[in-house]
DNA sequence: TCGATTTATTTCGCATGCGAACTATCTATC
DNA sequence: GATAGATAGTTCGCATGCGAAATAAATCGA
């Protein structure tokens, strides 16, 4: 209680997300969709033929990482590249049929992770998990050094 | 409130951890030292002289987490490995000067990172997501499918 | 003691995602 | 219309860390 050990939350930050990663990696291997992958799916659930950036954005991606992840997905045939009509330096992604099946297995799967990452916890308690969550993006910025 | 948006804890942590190892990454790059590697130099200002495993087992590393992260610092002159004389499967690491220094200023960040961890949380919000963080641990093993 | 198993670490191939630098296209300004 | 910037993506080199397989040394059993 004296000397705050508030430190370990970085620490525990690294460990907890690590963990959850190899947890997801080691269960959705089977369907050939790993975490990140399951990030985009999602998105495009929700908005379909959306741009590279915007969807990076709701990923919070920069470039590199949603190229890259878009050039994974389009191998493995999740997603389709297409150019966008109005704009000859920018790309839509659409989902695969098998984009889409593999979307609604994640959501399976997410709903049991969910349900694990809440146990043990009041309601409450997880908006408090939320909101510090929640609360990095505008501590920690994307752009400026302070 | 109706359909619990609890599913959204996943990629909150996903991008809480990517935002911070993002700034870290901004701020240590001066000193050349990044997040995993100040978690290594922390345990070994600890316990210096510890074997691979058992720093792996306190960052929550597998064996080629360590074994990479260890190369690349003894290559950046941080560390040293010495062969146990015990065992001639094992070896230990050691802090450097140079290690030592850096440990010395990752400290200093650190300290500032965390109070702009804990900002506009109380103690015992902090202490829930403290909570809730290590609670990952148990609920995502490492071995074990259930 | 000798072979089988366990244990410590390394290596490989992979996915992830960063910053920096580049390309191509679009937009505004003169 | 030409040209200077802004914008969308890509590419490169890097750090991180996984699972699987390999290597080498220690230990256990018969």
């Given amino acids: 209680m004296s000397p705050r050990r508030e430190h370990r939350l970085v620490f525990l930050l690294n460990v907890a997300q690590r963990r959850l990663q190899r947890w ?33 954005a709701a990923l919070d991606l920069g470039p590199p990482g949603i190229s890259g992840l878009v050039d994974r997905m389009t191998a493995a045939n999740l997603i389709k590249r297409r150019a ?20 609604a297995q994640s959501k399976a799967g997410l709903a049991e992770i969910n349900a694990r990452l809440t146990d043990g916890f009041t309601e409450a308690e997880i908006d408090v998990v939320a909101r510090w969550l929640a609360s990095l993006q505008g501590k920690f910025p994307k752009g400026e050094d302070e």
């Fill in 84 to 103: 966008d009509p109005d704009d000859g330096r920018a790309w839509r992604l659409w989902l695969t049929p098998a984009g889409r099946a593999a979307l």
């Fill in 24 to 56: 997801i990696a080691a269960q959705t291997q089977r369907n050939g969709v790993t975490a990140a992958q399951s990030g985009l799916l999602f998105v495009l659930g929700q908005r379909d033929g959306v741009l590279m950036g915007e969807a990076g």
